[in-house]
């Protein structure tokens, strides 16, 4: 089919028709970026050719050259036969405004934090110029990280992973944003070996539990596995993180962590901590927020 689409087709509206017919029929998974056919192909479409990612329509019955069919039409049948997010076949990303290279070595970035930072947590942070450190556990792409020294301009940032192969792609973004002199990358396993102490602490670490892992659609088997699951209920490292975080945490400094659907099982866990739930554009149930005083009993 695709052999007979590539001599066939001849415009840009042809390989959009084409693209969503083929996504539809493969039924794909849409979770990482995009949540329909239509826009994820036009995003592969004008992302191949090179041409503006918000602008379609003038380009939709243009004409194009054998070699732009085919190399459209390769990228089209990589997404519908192998199922692979359509971040890992454009080794791009976006978060709001911030757009980061991605492949298979870390998660395609979509945590709700991003929302949060600046003045998302404004009642806690008064004053951005307040932040001097910060840290970002399971840093992943670096995403986080470079988000949080846009909005803490005086902060330095410590971005931990336990994984190396994760720790290249953050080097990546973080020289592509200039931000070497400001973001320090660390190998080790959540706060093993720190040493620091910090005004914002953010986490965006695996929190998928065991049944849920297991039933995850094909798309998410491309990403990472380490970076997804956590445990038999997900929280395995949640639990460390609040375990150890106050030690880290300067005063009313704050905790920022990202839980996916664990909310009344993390709940049920820890019953005498305050646990404050931000809203973000999925809801008040993903992300929660904890002071050191609140994470040591003092308020």
């Known amino acids: 089919m695709f052999n007979q689409a590539a001599q066939e087709l001849t415009t840009v509206r042809d390989l959009l028709r084409f693209a969503v017919s083929r996504f539809n029929d493969a039924g794909l998974f849409f979770g990482h970026g995009s949540d329909n056919a239509h826009d994820e192909a036009a995003y592969l479409i004008l992302h191949t050719l090179n041409l503006p990612l918000d602008t379609l329509e003038p380009y939709l019955d243009a004409k194009l050259l054998q070699s732009e069919k085919e190399e459209v039409l390769s990228i089209i049948e990589r997404r519908a036969v192998e199922h692979i997010p359509a971040a890992y076949l454009t080794h791009q990303a976006w978060q709001g405004e911030f757009d980061f290279y991605v492949d298979e070595r870390v998660i395609v970035p979509r945590s709700f934090i991003y929302e949060l930072l600046g003045d998302g947590i404004r009642p806690w942070i008064e004053h951005d110029e307040l932040v001097h450190r910060a840290l970002d556990l399971c840093t992943g792409s670096g995403c986080l990280a470079i988000q949080m020294a846009h909005h803490y301009p005086d902060a330095q940032i410590d971005a931990v992973d336990l994984s190396l192969d994760a720790l290249e792609v953050a080097a990546i973004n973080i020289e592509d944003y200039g931000l070497e002199d400001r973001i320090s990358l660390v190998h080790t396993d959540l706060f093993e070996g720190l040493d620091e102490t910090y005004d914002l602490i953010v986490s965006n670490p695996p929190y998928v539990d065991a049944e849920s892992v297991e ?78 005083e609140q994470l040591l009993g003092e308020e």
Request: negative net charge.
């Open 215 to 292: 039933a995850l659609p094909d798309e998410y088997l491309h990403e990472p596995e380490l970076a997804l699951g956590s445990g038999e209920d997900g929280l395995d490292a949640t639990r460390q993180i609040i375990l150890q975080a106050a030690k880290y945490l300067n005063p009313k400094g704050i905790l920022l962590v990202e839980i996916g659907h664990n909310r009344e099982v993390l709940e049920a866990a820890y019953p005498e901590l305050p646990f404050t739930w931000l809203e973000t554009s999925g809801g008040d149930g993903f992300v929660f927020l904890l002071t050191r």
